[in-house]
Every structure is written in structure tokens, then in C-alpha cells.
């Protein structure tokens, strides 16, 4: 039986080792953190991605556990719509909506179809010889037909296999996460972002009386508030409900904040010898398009199909044109985000509207080539 290596046990990593064992190989993952429980958040899983997880048998699993994205569209601070869209329309053209859950709970789906022993945590990589297909961790070596470096955005094997290859830089723009409890707004929540003058607020529904709230500012990196939701509340206190209610209903420790970094330069392959990169590690890209885990998900089910058939070559094919033009139309997105002009934010808010406008169709067609991905037969 065929061996393959997985390091990382994100998203994307276990996506692969359940895609590879699904096709009959033996899969070993390797995690350097202590568990696999993700830092709490939500996550959008959108059509394409939806599709992926149905070639190994979790797609409706994820289904049953999330919530749809309904009513959704771009707001100003004011509550104002500027453009709108519904998941009735998103299940017609697309066969599904975009849905909402906890990404622990779909960490904790795709783990359970991992066999046995498969999933080594606390487990540090070392190196790894591409050609040879050997991998060394801090608990000995281990051989292999494939390795799959799922190890996110700061990849030491991409590195490793692309040395001097600009790494990822840093787009300007921080960002916080929270959960919180839905029931303190008293009333529905609708899903969507809200665009202000260097600002954004995400907010969408899950399941269980629970809200994913979601921002970001232009921001020098690394900079840090002493109490970030103290932070959020000065920038979003005075948006439209339930912005302030979420922020009061949530506790200081639950605001999780990341400076967000992007993949700007491709890389010229997405594999060397017996090692493929995926996710972050290949394409790392900003939220703004809500691709980022969906990407490494596609990528997982076209790895796992053409390793043992077309081979690497051909993951790459498949692969690198398509994620470079969404990781670069989500940095466009995220530029328009961080306008502060006073002239350009309501020039650029009459374009969304004049464009919401004009249907869900036109707001549709933009996404389609996202969304109406299917993956290989």
C-alpha cells in the first residue's frame, strides 16, 4: 500500500488524509500543536467547497450542522443595503448556498474519518527530502510515496522546496474574530458586511443561537490594543444593530485578532519530487472573497486524485492558475475595503449600489467561476 505523509492537520491537511485513505492509501499525519482543536471561529463553506467534501462523504454532514447563509449583501454604517442577495437565489444557480459553522466542528468531521493512529499530534517536522520521499520529525524518520505539506501560511517546506521565492506579505490590514451569543439582539440576524471608511463588519448566523462576527481596519502590522474589544467597540459602537449588541454580548477574552498576510508573488509549482504544497501553504490569500479554506479543500480532493493517477505535474495544473486568480481578486476586494477617501468611500458605495441594483444575477455572474467548480470525476 501506497504511503502517504500529511503535515499539518488543519483544514486542508486532514481534507487530504481522508481524501488519500478514501482512494486506498495508508496516511500518516503529523501536527506539531498538542490537539487539533482550531482557534474557535466560523467559517464560510461555500458551493465549490461543498462539492469537495461530498467526494469523501462529509458534505451533508456539514450541511446538517450549519446554518444558511439567507439574506446577505454589503451595508454602510448606517444600515443601509447597498446590494443584496438570498439563498433561495445562490441554491438555484448554484445547487447549494454558501453555509455557516464552527470550524472546530468541521475540523472535528474530518478527523473522526481519519483510521486509527493515523493522526500523530505533538509532532514537530523537521525536514523534508523531496526526492528521496523521507521525512524527519523530533520522533524519528519516516519514508514515503507522497508528502502533503499542509503547514500553513509561514511553510517551512515551502520554503525548504522554493528557497528565495517571495513569502507572504502583509496586506495592510488587521483583523478580529469573535463568537457570540445571538439571542442579546433580540430579533434575526441578517448575514452580511457592513463597509465603512477603512472598515469592515462581518456578521453570520450559526446554528445554536450563535453569531460569527468578523472585522478588519487598515492598521500597521503587528499592532495591538491593550483590550481589543475595547478596540472593536471605539471603531463599530455607533454602526447599525446588531453590531454594538454582538460587541456588548461578547467577552474581552473572546476577540481573537490576526494581522492578515497574502501570497502576492504564485509560486512557479505547487510541487517538487514526491512533495506537494496545499492551502496556505501553496496560496496563501486574504478572507475577503471567504476562499481561503474552501481553496485548500478543492485543493485536497484534486491532490488525492491525481497522486496515484496523473501524478503531481498534473495537481498543479489543475491547481495553480485557479488559485492565483482568486487570491488575487480577494486583494482586489481588500483594497477597496481599506479606502478612507472622503470622496472615493461614497463614489465606491454608489458603484455597490448601482450594481445591487441591477439583480442578484449580475451580483452572481461575478462569482461563478468560484462557485460552479466542480471536482474531478
Not at 39 to 48: E, K, R, T, Y
Not at 63 to 73: D, F, I, M, T
Not at 167 to 189: C, D, H, K, N, Q
Not at 292 to 308: P, S
Request: net charge negative; with cysteine; charged share 20%.
Amino acid at each position: 500500500m501506497a504511503q502517504a505523509v500529511v503535515i499539518g492537520a488543519g483544514i486542508g491537511g486532514l481534507t487530504a488524509a481522508a481524501a488519500l485513505e478514501r482512494d486506498g492509501w495508508a496516511v500518516t499525519v503529523f501536527e506539531q500543536a498538542p490537539s487539533i482543536q482550531p482557534v474557535g471561529s466560523g467559517l464560510a463553506v461555500a458551493p465549490n467547497a461543498l462539492r469537495a467534501l461530498d467526494t469523501i462523504g462529509v458534505g451533508d454532514e456539514v450541511r446538517k450542522l450549519s446554518a444558511v447563509q439567507g439574506e446577505a449583501g454589503i451595508r454602510r454604517p448606517d444600515g443601509r443595503w447597498l446590494s443584496r442577495t438570498s439563498a433561495e437565489e445562490a441554491w438555484a444557480r448554484y445547487g447549494d448556498p454558501t453555509v455557516i459553522l464552527l470550524r472546530s466542528a468541521l475540523v472535528d468531521l474530518l478527523a473522526v474519518r481519519l483510521s486509527s493512529g493515523a493522526l500523530r499530534v505533538n509532532t514537530r517536522v523537521e525536514s523534508v527530502d523531496p526526492e528521496g520521499g523521507r521525512v524527519t520529525t523530533n520522533d524519528g524518520d519516516i519514508a514515503a510515496d507522497l508528502i502533503v505539506a499542509a503547514d500553513g501560511i509561514w511553510s517551512s517546506t515551502r520554503e525548504a522546496l522554493f528557497p528565495g521565492h517571495p513569502g507572504p506579505v502583509y496586506a495592510g490590514v488587521t483583523s478580529w474574530r469573535l463568537v457570540a451569543p445571538a439571542s442579546e439582539t433580540r430579533g434575526p440576524v441578517p448575514a452580511g458586511e457592513t463597509w465603512g471608511r477603512g472598515l469592515v463588519f462581518g456578521v453570520m448566523p450559526l446554528a445554536h443561537d450563535q453569531v460569527y462576527c468578523y472585522a478588519t481596519a487598515a492598521a500597521p502590522a503587528g499592532e495591538q490594543a491593550a483590550d481589543e474589544k475595547a478596540e472593536l467597540t471605539w471603531l463599530f459602537g455607533d454602526w447599525h444593530h446588531p453590531i454594538p449588541a454582538l460587541l456588548a454580548a461578547t467577552g474581552p477574552d473572546a476577540v481573537l485578532r490576526h494581522d492578515l498576510y497574502s501570497m502576492d508573488a504564485p509560486l512557479p509549482a505547487f510541487h517538487r519530487g514526491k512533495v506537494a504544497l496545499l492551502g496556505d501553504a501553496a496560496h496563501a490569500m486574504t478572507p475577503h472573497l471567504g476562499q481561503g479554506a474552501c481553496q485548500a479543500i478543492e485543493d485536497a480532493v484534486v491532490l488525492a486524485h491525481h497522486a496515484g493517477r496523473a501524478g503531481l505535474a498534473a495537481y498543479t495544473a489543475d491547481r495553480l492558475e485557479r488559485t492565483t486568480r482568486i487570491a488575487r481578486r480577494s486583494r482586489a476586494i481588500g483594497r477597496l475595503t481599506r479606502w478612507r477617501n472622503p470622496l472615493a468611500v461614497p463614489a465606491r458605495d454608489v458603484m455597490l449600489l448601482l450594481a445591487g441594483r441591477l439583480g442578484p444575477n449580475v451580483a452572481f455572474r461575478q462569482f461563478d467561476d468560484v462557485f460552479d467548480w466542480r471536482p474531478p470525476a
